[in-house]
């Protein structure tokens, strides 16, 4: 096979097996590099994970859903949205309860954006039924998420079944490492 019939890659893979010696030399190079890129890579046991994600609670007790979304979440999400940066805006209303996830762009400060959004609430507050609780705006951070959730089942009743969840949950407190143990 003549050397000019081959297509590019082929020109390359007789480059290297003609001449042994480049071949070596680059897969030599290939292990040292990797090899030091595997030992500078920075490794944590828990990296700090940047989610761009903000939340507003708000309690009013006794409400009907339709009752929070029309005097709580219809006032608070369009003044949230208007903020810079929002990728994706959803909100729920339930009994009691109107909560709104705001998702960020990835290279935003969210320490910035909590405190914009907290600023656009306090604009809306005196519109809010006065019975309301005080909306609460919180970051939503990879430490608030469970590591393991357990769940337990008796057929004895509910003050048994509490009695043994404390239990376990003075147990679980004990152990090191462990941040926090709920009980619900």
Known sequence: MEYKELNLVGRIAKIFIDNHRITTLVALFLVIWGSFAYLTLPREQ?????????????????????????????????????????????????????????????????????????????????????????????KVEMSDFPILDMNLISNQGLEFLTEKAELLEESLEEISGVSDVAVT
Request: a negative charge; aromatic letters at 6%; zero cysteines.
């Open 46 to 138: 828990a990296p700090e994970i940047n989610i761009p994600f903000g939340v507003v609670s708000t309690f009013y007790s006794g409400a009907s859903p339709e009752d929070i979304e029309s005097q709580i979440t219809d006032k608070l999400e369009p003044r949230i949205n208007e903020l810079d940066d929002i990728t994706n805006l959803t909100s729920t209303s339930s009994f009691s309860m109107s909560t709104i996830m705001v998702e960020f762009s990835y290279d935003v400060d969210m320490d910035t954006k909590i405190q914009q959004i907290q600023n656009k609430v306090a604009e809306v507050r005196s519109q809010l039924p006065a019975d309301a609780e005080d909306p609460t705006v919180m």
